[in-house]
């Protein structure tokens, strides 16, 4: 393997040979990719890498060479950050900066751990809240919180899209509120 030094800690986009989207991954395994002829490189991003014999830009975004069949997955991950990515880092009951998550229906009264019952929430309305559900203080929310859907969640997550990446994820459907 070439001994390879990206310059920059941003990732890359991997497309299948349909230029369907299918993860991200480091600029490091891009390159390598594209040096192994698996795949080749559709846009570039900042600088150059440098090998001891190669040398080639920055890849943003390759296309497999050979079609990949890949397990879907169907269902995004619940995590931590892809609950305050999905609700825009706001709380969602006073829509200030969110540092926690809040179970809409307590855990303590039967509430699940699911995309379904989780927002983010400012410190002092999750504990405003304690075991109250949003009815009994009289609070409602903008709208039910649900799974996040759509291509680019599946492949970015909670990552910040690149901005080269665009035309490959359709990031133009309406944000999951
Ligand atoms: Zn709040």
């Known amino acids: 393997m070439p001994d390879i030094r990206p310059t920059v800690g941003s990732g890359a986009l991997v497309l299948n040979a349909t230029y369907e ?3 991200v991954v ?3 395994r891009a390159a390598i990719l594209v040096l192994t002829a698996k795949a080749v490189c559709v846009a570039d991003g900042d600088g150059v890498l440098h090998s001891a014999r ?14 990949v069949r890949v397990p879907f997955r169907a269902h ?3 995590s931590r950050r892809a609950i305050f990515a999905r609700d825009g880092w706001r709380c969602a009951y006073c829509r200030g900066p969110a540092e926690t998550i ?3 229906l307590p855990r303590s009264r039967g509430g699940r751990h ?4 989780v927002v983010a929430a400012c410190a002092r309305c999750n504990h405003t809240k304690g075991d109250k559900t949003p009815a009994e203080l009289g609070w409602r929310l903008p709208a039910p919180p649900t799974a996040p859907k759509g291509i680019a969640w599946r492949v970015l997550g909670h990552r ?5 990446w665009v035309d490959w994820l359709d990031l133009r459907e309406p944000e999951a509120a």
């Open 21 to 23: 989207p299918l993860c």
């Open 160 to 164: 910040p899209p690149d901005p080269r």
């Open 102 to 104: 809040d179970h809409v």
């Open 114 to 117: 699911s995309w379904e019952n």
């Open 26 to 28: 480091s600029v490091r």
């Open 76 to 78: 995004v991950g619940l």
């Open 54 to 67: 190669d040398s080639l830009p920055v890849p943003s975004v390759v296309r497999l060479t050979r079609f």
